[in-house]
């Protein structure tokens, strides 16, 4: 490590930089991942994951057993006055993944620390903390102790910040972290046999004592106590105290596995970037989990950047493309933690009577189809697409900056499988229907592939969700192509006649060029 050279270094062996590392490994980048640490850390944290973290994790590289996953059928908001006024349904998949399933933390980061290593251009060093850094034209230089007291410095063409809440490299770059602290703290107690068939999320929106409950692998439930004024955290987390709070769900028989009080926060920086150093995951943006959001987030940065890092790197793009990184997460994390807060309101109301006026009125709003389609269908959720950022402009048949959804498809050469397995990890030009390779010229395949760009066609498809026959895209994306980027979004399309035009444009965006 001493004096060494990499492309990216990867501050932080969280659950984000090691996603980072795995993906900059995946697409070949000289990388380094350190960390101050050097234990995962143990603490309750997240528990829930959505269908496009899940996505995310398979492009990591994850394969489907790395870590236990328990889908969750459906989300229920209880108040003490008014009973049951709100059930999320989140049974069933999307794009073939769980719409919400819970997992064990400690469990997904040894996966994806072991998968890192399988890399050969990445390495890892723990018990090493980043001092400083000085940006140079061309180069970062890093200042780095090792838990010995030796110092070293690497150099680096690009920083990654994936240093947690409370980011230094945040501090270095004068990233203010504007936002909000809630005034409560919260008790997380993870217990092993609990007695009953509980199989939910469960929200007990209860002014007095707020208490989610959820079920998660392994035989886990988790609770979730806020404290009353005068309650301390010394006091919250003694065993007495929490076997206290279990009493109307649990027996002795109940094994206390880990608790910790927190305090949580709505935050986001202004910019995900300066120069040559990026913020990710906790390091730009931290939620209070009510929607279960955060790391989720943290992974949909790490797909976003580490492809368009790896691009530049390899000499495939202009360095400008980096700039589309914070124009394309930042306004979607910032919806996410609005959601969040919003979630919170409903969570922990004030006092006995906005809880009866807003539980009632949610309540009332199930009456609604509209209403309650946008609450309990999910389709209060923020979208996995951009209003800008780097896809081509205007309208296509499909949506531009949104995710190419995950379909079951029969390549030309080959036998069925996920459109994912077909993509892996590449840009590709796919042709719906048909061969769109055909279609290019000699100078636009030479140029294409000098961009990293890759062909496939999907000659039959079908949905990847049991529940739906059809998603829409096939239906209107036949006799089409599209540009898809290693992220899974949609770069660009148009006619498979038009392919070749399609893809010099999207050479062109990626040259930095053209819009
Ligand atoms: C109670 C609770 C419940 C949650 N529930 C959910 C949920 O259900 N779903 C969800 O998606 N998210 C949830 N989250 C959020 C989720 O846990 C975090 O978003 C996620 O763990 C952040 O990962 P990260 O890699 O960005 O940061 P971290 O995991 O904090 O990792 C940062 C790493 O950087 C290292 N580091 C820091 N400074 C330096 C330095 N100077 N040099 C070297 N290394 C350094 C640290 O040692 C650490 O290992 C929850 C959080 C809490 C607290």
């Known amino acids: 490590m001493k004096d060494s050279e990499v492309d990216v270094l990867v501050v932080g062996f969280g659950p984000v930089g090691a996603a980072i ?12 991942v350190i960390d101050k640490a050097k234990e995962i850390f143990a603490a309750p944290r997240a528990i829930a994951l959505d269908n496009e973290a899940l996505r995310i994790l398979d492009l990591v590289g ?3 057993g790395a870590f236990a996953k328990l889908p969750i059928p459906y989300v229920r908001m209880r ?9 999320v349904d989140t049974s069933g998949t999307i794009d073939g993944y769980p719409k919400l399933a819970t997992f064990y933390q400690p469990e997904l980061e040894r996966a994806l620390r072991k998968l890192v290593t399988t890399h050969d251009c990445v390495a890892t060093a723990t018990g090493v903390e980043l001092d400083h850094f000085v940006e140079g034209e061309d180069l970062i230089r890093a200042h780095l102790t090792t838990a010995d007291g030796e110092r070293c410095s690497v150099r680096a063409r690009f920083l990654v910040g994936a240093d947690g809440a409370s980011s230094k490299v945040r501090a270095l770059i004068g990233q203010d972290f504007a936002g909000k602290t809630y005034a409560e703290d919260w008790l ?4 092993l046999n609990v007695p ?13 004592r707020p208490t989610p409950r959820m079920i998660a692998p392994g035989g886990r439930t988790r609770w979730e106590f806020m404290l009353r004024p005068g309650e301390t955290r010394e006091e919250m987390e003694k065993g007495e105290t929490i076997r206290g709070l279990l009493a109307p769900w649990a027996n002795a028989s109940v094994q206390i596995e880990r608790k910790a009080v927190y305090r949580f926060h709505a935050r986001s920086c202004n910019r995900y970037r300066r120069g040559r150093a990026f913020l990710v995951g906790d390091a730009a943006h931290v939620t209070p989990p009510f929607v279960g959001q955060g790391l989720v987030a943290g992974l949909r940065d790490a797909a976003n950047l580490a492809w368009k890092l790896a691009w530049v790197v390899k000499g495939r793009a202009h360095e400008s493309i980096l700039e589309t990184y914070d124009e394309e997460r930042r306004p979607h994390a910032t919806k996410m933690i609005a959601l969040a807060k919003l979630m919170g309101k409903l969570v922990m109301p004030r006092n006995a009577a906005i809880a009866m ?8 709003a199930r009456l609604l189809p509209g209403l309650r389609g946008m609450i309990e269908g999910l389709g209060i959720k923020p979208k996995p697409a951009f209003r800008r950022g780097l896809f081509a402009k205007g309208r296509g048949r499909l949506q531009r900056g949104s995710l190419l959804p995950q379909m079951l498809v029969t390549p030309e050469t080959g036998t069925q499988a996920l459109s994912d397995e077909v993509l892996g990890a590449n840009l590709a030009l796919v ?10 010229g000699a100078d636009t395949r030479r140029r294409w592939a000098d961009h990293g760009g890759t062909t496939a066609s999907f000659v039959a498809f079908a949905s990847a969700d049991s529940e739906r026959d059809a998603t829409p895209m096939p239906e209107r994306g036949r006799g ?5 980027r290693p992220d899974r979004t949609i770069l660009h399309d148009g006619p498979l006649a038009d392919a070749d035009r399609i893809v010099r444009e999207a050479i062109g965006i990626l040259d930095g060029v053209a819009t």
Do not use: Q
Request: aromatic content about 10%; charged content about 20%.
């Open 79 to 87: 108040c003490p006055y008014v009973g049951e006024f709100a059930k």
């Open 480 to 484: 089409w192509c599209v540009v898809v």
């Open 188 to 191: 997380i107690v993870d217990a």
């Open 431 to 440: 042709g719906i229907g048909a061969n769109a390779e055909a279609h290019l």
């Open 62 to 64: 994850l394969s489907d």
């Open 357 to 364: 006026v807003t539980h009632s009125a949610m309540k009332l």
């Open 21 to 32: 590392g795995c993906l900059l490994g995946r697409y070949g980048v000289r990388t380094l």
């Open 196 to 208: 009953g068939t509980f199989d939910h999320v469960e929200f007990m929106c209860d002014p007095r």
